[in-house]
């Protein structure tokens, strides 16, 4: 599957937990997508591209785990588990918009989810919603 965009799309919306937790101060939680994303994605993970794309919305709404680089706070990974877990970035533009940054499978992920884990890199949106719920 070749994906082409001429334009930006959106491609889902984030939760308003997950902005809200991540302290991402956004405009909409409408996810957009721009035609480099796509180029950079097509040339670094051209089979994750293929294979779930279409998957990019479910991943958004309803991640397995959430979590942030910490040298990049104004950003989101989630991860899903597929027949690979996927990983979907999410930025913040400094003019208020979120977009997808990049998309691939983690290659030796069930170690790197445990460790994130552990190190509170990560956590389960299950969880995450359970704990708004105690608020």
């Given at each position: ?50 294979k779930y794309f279409n998957k990019i919305e ?9 979590g942030q680089k910490p040298k990049e706070p ?41 460790t994130r884990l552990k190190s509170g890199r ?14």
């Amino acid at each position: 599957m070749k994906v082409h965009i001429i334009k930006p799309i959106i491609l889902g919306k984030l939760p308003k937990v997950i902005s809200n937790h991540y302290n991402l101060n956004c405009d909409s939680n409408n996810v957009m997508v721009f035609p480099g994303a796509i180029k950079h994605i097509e040339k670094r993970h051209p089979q994750d591209l293929e294979k779930y794309f279409n998957k990019i919305e479910e991943i958004i709404s309803n991640p397995d785990y959430v979590g942030q680089k910490p040298k990049e706070p104004k950003s989101v990974e989630l991860i899903k588990e597929f027949e690979d877990d996927v990983l979907v970035a999410i930025k913040l533009d400094p003019s208020g918009y979120i977009y997808l940054s990049t998309m691939y499978s983690l290659q030796n992920a069930k170690f790197k989810i445990k460790t994130r884990l552990k190190s509170g890199r990560l956590i389960s949106y299950t969880d995450l919603l359970a704990n708004l719920k105690k608020k």
